[in-house]
């Protein structure tokens, strides 16, 4: 990494961060359910909202159906109310003419007769029959062949409204509903009084007789015939009374009045009055619509539903039918239906449920991106924050490593210094005793000359220690190297009974001057063939440490120090012994004899001229090969140190005594 | 014949001694105080020794600074050279020596018995 562009670069950044940090923490964690609270709450204000808005749509559809609904059947109305109108006016107009077709003179029946059968043919469809009533209001004739008509045939009718009306008036008369005097069914009639052209005298009552059924049918016909596909309307045509001229639902109701209970018994009972004011309106000449809601209007009960066709709302459109200024019927045209059913139909509302779903679904989303942006932002600013910390961490690590680096090179060049300082040493301090330890020889060897007893132990005390002095400053140099991991070791295969066997050479002089047994017991069978690796001159140190230290420390002429070498069984480690019978090592002392400077008898070290260091050496060499070193003591018995070092597989490729058999051992 | 030992130590006394034990040992011996010295001496053709005993350390011309000149004069071949040092070489450090065209090194202190035996090694 780079630090250096870490810390220019982002420098702006860090004062951000900076301030970021300075923040309360425990408000930063309180606007995530902040956030999500301001969710929640969007959510259920904007699907209020949606549902008002689509609740004020649904009525404005509502709305718009009804007027709809409204519109079509005042249009209807109006249709039913003309036909009406057309019909009983051409049928006026029929007898009207007839009498003034002719030049009618009193008493010309037959003549008018004529006329009537013709007229008869003519409006066969909407006219039952003709009648002629004289100026005495006697029926003088009708075209209705049927015996019980005829059978009336000069009978006075004279007190009939149909007579006394034109009579009085001279002028049309169209009749309430009435009940005809020869069968009982419902009749109305349009009549027209009969006027002398000459002399305008009143001469008699022509009259049409109009069955009610009959009329009603041939308006439906047409009605049906061109209106819209609604069945679901239904036409009823009343007299200015309110008696029943016509109704689809049933024709056993003709005659009766509209608002009587027998009638509206099955209907709301709120239909009464509204009906009422409205045929009161239509009977004043006015037109409407009655509207009845029954879903508004929830006391009217829901009786009035069956369950298999429930209806909630009533439309009645009604218009008079006026002919000559008189009102001579009402068309009413009903409407019942259920407003959920026509709301349904409705496409734009099916659409708007659609509306809903997307709205709903886009304002979630919405929310759940904004939620999501939150979140993502507030995240990813933690994100940020974390690793510019980290690289801040980093960066210091970098820094720090450098700085250990650096500290480790510079410990390092002080290893190197102290380690030529020791080399430096040792060669300056060795170097004086050279001489000391030379001459003091060839004192006591007498090249120099003969020596008195005095003298020769004199130079005999300086000699040995020389040698100490020599031999302390190789073992600190050792210890130092030991102690630095700079001690290099070149590890051979080495056959053991030769590292014994020189030994032996090297050291049977000194045993032999103390008159101390040295033994190297061999094993020829057990110990054939085997290899141990390792530095050779190394161990060679350590035998020659060990056994220097049992020749010290047994008794002169009984002493006796035995070398000798095994194979471990089960690992294969070979185990070299020195085994002496001296004065052993006391049981408190056991434990620090491996210890740098450390002497079991130090009164006993003086007199042998030992360092000290030779153990914690010996230790150091063989852990440093692998292998183990200890001991076993008796105290008075004798010591045996034992050292153990891997074996080797290979043949040795070079002399374990390529070392100098005579070099000096510590 | 007496084998003809060139002694080299900047020590006079550490020379004396060497010469002194070699000597009494039946060796003719020559000594010198300093690198310069031994590479005239080395050079004289009159002078055929059968070994060179050199100090490590000296100043001005070192011990190594006269087996390097040797070498390169091509005159390894019919000079011997051990050196002896208060050093305490450690066996590579030795091999090392004997890499540049050293015989052998020994270290010093010594004993009479332990010069005597290395320069025999030598001298065979």
Redesign the interface.
Known sequence: MNTRQCSTSDNGVWILMAIERDKPHGRKQSIIPLILAGIIAFSIIASLALYSIQLRAYSQIAKDSAENLKADLTEESYFVSELASQHVSSIKKVIQILPHAKSFQSGEYDRIKLLLDAAKSDASESVDSFFILDKEGILRYSTDTDPAVTAFVGTSFSSNEVFTKTKDTLKPFISMLTLSFADNSYVFYVASPIIDQQTGEFEGTVSAVIQAETFAKSIEKLVVANSNDRDSSSLSLIDPEGKIMYTASSSQNLGKNVLSDEILGALPSGIKEGLTASLKEAVSGTFGIYELDLAAHPELGSSTTTPNNPFDYILISYRPVVVDDQIVMISLVTESASLHDLLYQNEILQTSYIFIFIYAMLASMTAFAVAIIVINRKLSGTVERKTRELLKSNEELVKMAAEITAQDKKLREVDIEKEEFS?MI???L??P???????S??LL?G??GPLNEKQKETVQVMNSS??SL?RL??DL?DVRKLELGK??F?MKPVIPEELIENCVRVLKPLAQAKRVTLVAKMNSRESEGLLVMC?S?RINQVLGNLVNNGIKFVSANTGKVEISVNKKENSGDIIFSIKDNGTGIPNDKQQNIFKKFYQADTSMTRNAGGTGLGLAICKAIIDAHGGKIWFESEPGVGTTFYFSLPPSLKSPTTSPLG??P???LA | MMKKILIVDDQEHIANLAEMILVSSGYNCTKANNGKRALELILDQRNEFDLILMDLAMPEVSGIDVLTKLKEDGLLDQNKVVFFTASSLTESEKKDLKKIGALDAMNKPFTKAELLGFVAEHTK
């Open positions: 080399a040792t060669h300056e060795k170097t005793l050279v001489p000391v330890i030379g001459y020889e060839l060897d090249t120099l020389a040698v020599s400053i190789s140099l001690m290099k070149e530095d001159k070392i100098n005579k070099e000096s």
